[in-house]
Each structure stands twice: as C-alpha cells, then as structure tokens.
C-alpha cells in the first residue's frame, strides 16, 4: 500500500510543506509567470556586456559572479556588490530569472562585480542559517584579499576596499544582520563600504497599518508574510524577532551597532512601509548614516518582476531611477 503524502503548508502558488517534511517548491502559479522562476545557466562568455559563473566554496556555500564587460586599457578595479535575494527566507535561487535580469542590469550599469549567495531556505534551514550564509560569503571575500583563496575574476577585477551589501525583501534583513556581525569582525584588508536594503522584510507581531491598508502585490501577501515567518523564524518565535524587528524591544539597540552608511530603499505602496519606516526613523534617532530611497507608486519588489518593467513605462522609470540611486550611492562611498 502506498501512502500519499498530505499538504500541511502550502504558500499559493510557490511552496507546499508535506506531513513528511518534504518541501516542494515547483512553480503553480500562472504559467505566464513561471518564466521569472526559472534558473539561468551561467556564461563564461559575455552576453548583453556581462558574464556570469557560479562558485562552490564549500558544501554550504554557493556563489553566482556577475562581471561586467571592461575595457583591457582600463586597470581600475571594480566595487564588488553582496548579493542577498529575498523570498521570506523560504523560497528562490540565486540563478532565478528574476534575480539574473536585475542583477546583469546592475553589474552593467553600475560597472561592479556583482556576488549574489545561494542562501539555504527554510523550513529545512530556518533563520539564522541564511544570516550565517551571507556572512560566510563576505568571509570568503575577506580571504580573497588577504590572498588566502583564489578567484580569478574577482582577485583581478574586484576593489576590496569598497565592498556593499545589497539585498530584496527578506534579503534586506540580512544586509542589517550580516553588517551587523561585520562591525564586530576584523575583516581588513576588505572594506564593507555600505549596505543597500531594497524594501527589507521589516514587521512586527502587531499588523501595521500599513499591512491592513496597502493593496496585496504579486510579490507579497499577508498570506505569505505570515505563512513564510511562520516557516523561517526560530520554533517558538514571533515576528518581533530581531532578524525580523531589528527596531524592536527584543533586539540589540542600534545605538550599539558598528554599521557603514545604508540606503534604505522603500516602495510608496510597500504593504510594509510603516514598519520600513519606523527602522529607518530608529537608525536616525540612533545616528546611523542613513540615506532614504523612496519609488512613488510603486509595490513590493517591483523591480523584479519583469512583465511589469517591460510593459509599464512607470514601473520602468522607477526601476531606472532605482539603480541610479544605487549606483549613485555606490559611486559616493
């Protein structure tokens, strides 16, 4: 007799938990869609002026490098941007559709080495594996510039004094968390020059206003705000975690923290503004260097969803002027 596996989770369209712990994380959401989902093989060659490799530094330890096509004659060397991707810490790749659009576009335009990390996903691996993961990756840069370990694009390319990370949604919460680490680590001769949060997954136990008033956006739900917290945090946690609540009575005073420079990017329609904006209102009060980024009209990560780029002329305009602040911030520090 063969048992069928049962459903207890199940996050529309993008994850089902099985009574036997098995995820399946298969695309069943609008077939239109499934395209930004889908992984991209890396490129030695350059395609569109960027080529892409994946790196294994350990078991546990994935890299996707974006380098951008330069000219021989020109000898400077390039930022190098951490990438950290989002999807409530329960789904994505690092090789997604999605995430390769976007961060070719950044690695062209902003003229950087882009390194985005293949973070462990919960349930299986819940919170902090994937904070372990980024600091990780930026240890790893580390040893690259002490000479330690070898990567040739970055050894020959990379400028590891000006080092950012930059992460989508629930991988804003982790530019905080591993930058956070970072200002209690020796990690010279590289240089964390600055962090970039793009609509980081700020909330609290208590809905927010914004949660109750905002309009749902393709890329986030109350459904899945809840449903993928509920998979991610620690067994026995709510959402005022710190990794979660970094502005929260439950996690280290700001004011304590050795942070670079940040910019806080923030959708006007974000479900999650309020509380977005009450850790940006925490780092100020807490004199943290901090910048505001703010896209008029527009939702949750809309800068990844590529129907909308293509077919919106606003959502394209405030996806330029995104990566111009981006670039702008990185081309200051």
Same mark, same amino acid.
């Given at each position: 007799m063969v048992c069928q596996k049962v459903v207890v989770n199940e996050v529309s369209g993008w994850l089902r938990v099985f009574d036997d712990g098995t995820v399946d994380r298969t695309w069943t959401g609008p077939p239109q869609v499934e395209f930004m989902t889908e992984p991209v093989p890396p490129h030695d060659d350059f395609i569109d002026g960027v080529a892409t490799r994946d790196v294994f530094v350990n078991k546990n330890l994935r890299l996707r490098i974006y380098l951008p096509e330069t000219n021989p004659e020109d000898e400077s060397k390039l930022p190098i941007i951490l990438h950290l991707h989002g999807g409530g810490f329960c789904?994505?790749?690092?090789? @997604?559709?999605?995430?390769?659009?976007?961060?070719?576009?950044? %690695?062209?335009?902003a003229k950087a080495i882009c390194v985005s990390v293949y973070l462990r996903l919960a349930p299986e691996h819940r919170l902090p594996a994937? +904070?372990?993961?980024?600091?990780? %990756?930026? /240890? @790893? /840069?580390?040893?690259?510039?002490k000479g330690e370990s070898y990567e040739p694009w970055l050894i020959n390319h990379g400028d590891f004094n000006r080092v950012f990370l930059i992460g989508d949604s629930s991988g804003g919460n982790l530019v905080h968390e591993v930058a956070a680490r970072a200002g209690k680590a020796d990690l010279s001769p590289l240089r964390l020059a600055g962090g970039i949060p793009?609509?980081?997954?700020?909330?609290?136990?208590v809905r927010s206003r914004s949660e109750l008033e905002q309009p749902e956006s393709p890329m986030l739900t109350i459904d899945m705000v809840d449903k993928f917290l509920s998979l991610a945090l620690p +067994?026995?946690?709510t959402k005022d975690h710190p990794i979660t609540c970094p502005m929260g009575y439950g996690a280290p005073d700001l004011d304590s /923290?050795?942070?670079?420079?940040?910019?806080?990017?923030?959708?006007?329609?974000?479900?999650?503004?309020?509380? !977005?904006? !009450?850790?940006? !209102? %925490?780092m100020k009060k807490a004199r943290k260097e901090v910048e505001l980024l703010i896209s008029p009209g527009m939702s949750h990560s809309f800068y990844l969803n590529k129907i909308a780029v293509d077919m919106d002329p606003q959502t394209a305009a405030q996806t330029e002027g995104l990566i111009s602040g981006i670039i702008e911030f990185v081309n200051k520090h």
């Amino acid at each position: 007799m063969v048992c069928q596996k049962v459903v207890v989770n199940e996050v529309s369209g993008w994850l089902r938990v099985f009574d036997d712990g098995t995820v399946d994380r298969t695309w069943t959401g609008p077939p239109q869609v499934e395209f930004m989902t889908e992984p991209v093989p890396p490129h030695d060659d350059f395609i569109d002026g960027v080529a892409t490799r994946d790196v294994f530094v350990n078991k546990n330890l994935r890299l996707r490098i974006y380098l951008p096509e330069t000219n021989p004659e020109d000898e400077s060397k390039l930022p190098i941007i951490l990438h950290l991707h989002g999807g409530g810490f329960c789904i994505s790749q690092a090789d @997604w559709y999605m995430y390769y659009h976007m961060y070719t576009r950044l %690695a062209r335009s902003a003229k950087a080495i882009c390194v985005s990390v293949y973070l462990r996903l919960a349930p299986e691996h819940r919170l902090p594996a994937p +904070v372990n993961d980024g600091f990780s %990756a930026l /240890l @790893w /840069l580390r040893s690259l510039a002490k000479g330690e370990s070898y990567e040739p694009w970055l050894i020959n390319h990379g400028d590891f004094n000006r080092v950012f990370l930059i992460g989508d949604s629930s991988g804003g919460n982790l530019v905080h968390e591993v930058a956070a680490r970072a200002g209690k680590a020796d990690l010279s001769p590289l240089r964390l020059a600055g962090g970039i949060p793009i609509h980081p997954g700020f909330v609290r136990a208590v809905r927010s206003r914004s949660e109750l008033e905002q309009p749902e956006s393709p890329m986030l739900t109350i459904d899945m705000v809840d449903k993928f917290l509920s998979l991610a945090l620690p +067994v026995g946690s709510t959402k005022d975690h710190p990794i979660t609540c970094p502005m929260g009575y439950g996690a280290p005073d700001l004011d304590s /923290l050795k942070l670079p420079p940040f910019l806080l990017c923030i959708a006007e329609r974000d479900m999650i503004i309020d509380t !977005e904006m !009450e850790y940006y !209102e %925490a780092m100020k009060k807490a004199r943290k260097e901090v910048e505001l980024l703010i896209s008029p009209g527009m939702s949750h990560s809309f800068y990844l969803n590529k129907i909308a780029v293509d077919m919106d002329p606003q959502t394209a305009a405030q996806t330029e002027g995104l990566i111009s602040g981006i670039i702008e911030f990185v081309n200051k520090h």
